[in-house]
C-alpha cells in the first residue's frame, strides 16, 4: 500500500542550526502539507502546498519556514534558524486530487532542538 | 481561528466496554475526520465523513457528522487491549486544511 515516508525519522540540531526535513509523498498525489505536534498537544497546521506553490499557511510558518518540491518526488520543509520552541514532532501528509480522498500521515520526524 | 473542542480528554475503560468520545466546532466543515495516533507514529485515518448527518462504520467504529456541521462524535464497540491510543477528531474546509481537536486518550484494562 502506498505510504508517506519521512526522513530522518530523528533529528537533534542546535538552536541557530538549519534543519531539512524530507518527505516523498504518494506518487499520484498533488496536495503536500506540513504539521507539527509538540509533545504531548494537538497537531497544528503549518503550510499546504499545490501546483508548485504555498496555497495556505497558518501563523506558526513565518519567515524562518520554508517549503520546497525540488523534483517530482521530494517535499521538503526547511527551519533557517531553530529555536528551542520549535522542538516538535514534524508531520508531512499529501492528498489525492479526486474529491473524497483524504490526507494521508507519514510516520513524521522528532525535532529535537538543543 | 478555527477550533475543535473535543470531550473527554482522558478515558481508562475496562476491555469490552463501549467508548464514546466527541468534537464540536463553531465553524462548519465539509469534512469530518477521525484519526488514531499510538506512541511515535503518525495519525491513521479511521473514518471519513462528508456529509451532514451522515453515519459511517468501520469494523467496531462508528462515526456521525452533525446534522448542523459543526460537531461529530465517534463511538467504539467492545474495546480491546490494542484500542488504546489517541483519538483525534479533525475538520476540513475547502482547501483540505485540517484543524485537529486536543486529542482523547483512551486506555483500555484487560
Known amino acids: 500500500e502506498p505510504e508517506v515516508t519521512q526522513t530522518p525519522s530523528h533529528q537533534v540540531t542546535q538552536m541557530g542550526q538549519e534543519v531539512i526535513l524530507h518527505c516523498v509523498p504518494i506518487?499520484?498525489?498533488?496536495?503536500f502539507y506540513w504539521y507539527r505536534q509538540i509533545l504531548g498537544q494537538k497537531v497544528e497546521f503549518l503550510v499546504s502546498?499545490?501546483?508548485?506553490?504555498?496555497?495556505?499557511k497558518s501563523e506558526i510558518f513565518d519567515d524562518q519556514f520554508s517549503v520546497e518540491r525540488p523534483d517530482g518526488s521530494n517535499f521538503t520543509l526547511k527551519i533557517r534558524s531553530t529555536k528551542l520552541e520549535d522542538s516538535a514532532m514534524y508531520f508531512c501528509?499529501?492528498?489525492?486530487?479526486?474529491?473524497?480522498?483524504?490526507?494521508?500521515f507519514g510516520q513524521g520526524t522528532r525535532l529535537t532542538v538543543v | 481561528g478555527q477550533q475543535l473542542n473535543q470531550s473527554p480528554q482522558s478515558m481508562f475503560i475496562q476491555e469490552g466496554e463501549d467508548v464514546s468520545m466527541n468534537c464540536t466546532s463553531s465553524?462548519?466543515?465539509?469534512?469530518w475526520l477521525w484519526y488514531k495516533q499510538d506512541p511515535g507514529e503518525g495519525p491513521v485515518l479511521l473514518i471519513a465523513?462528508?456529509?451532514?448527518?451522515e453515519l459511517t462504520s468501520n469494523g467496531r467504529l462508528t462515526a456521525q457528522f452533525g446534522i448542523t456541521r459543526k460537531d461529530s462524535f465517534l463511538n467504539i464497540s467492545a474495546s480491546i487491549p490494542s484500542d488504546v491510543g489517541i483519538y483525534f477528531c479533525?475538520?476540513?474546509?475547502?482547501?483540505?486544511?485540517?484543524?485537529f481537536g486536543q486529542g482523547t486518550t483512551l486506555q483500555v484494562k484487560p
Open positions: 501528509a499529501s492528498r489525492g486530487l479526486v474529491e473524497g480522498t483524504e490526507a494521508f
Open positions: 506518487s499520484n498525489h498533488l496536495y
Open positions: 502546498f499545490y501546483n508548485n506553490e504555498i496555497s495556505e
Open positions: 465553524s462548519i466543515f465539509n469534512t
Open positions: 465523513l462528508y456529509k451532514a448527518g
Open positions: 479533525a475538520g476540513s474546509g475547502n482547501t483540505g486544511k485540517l484543524i
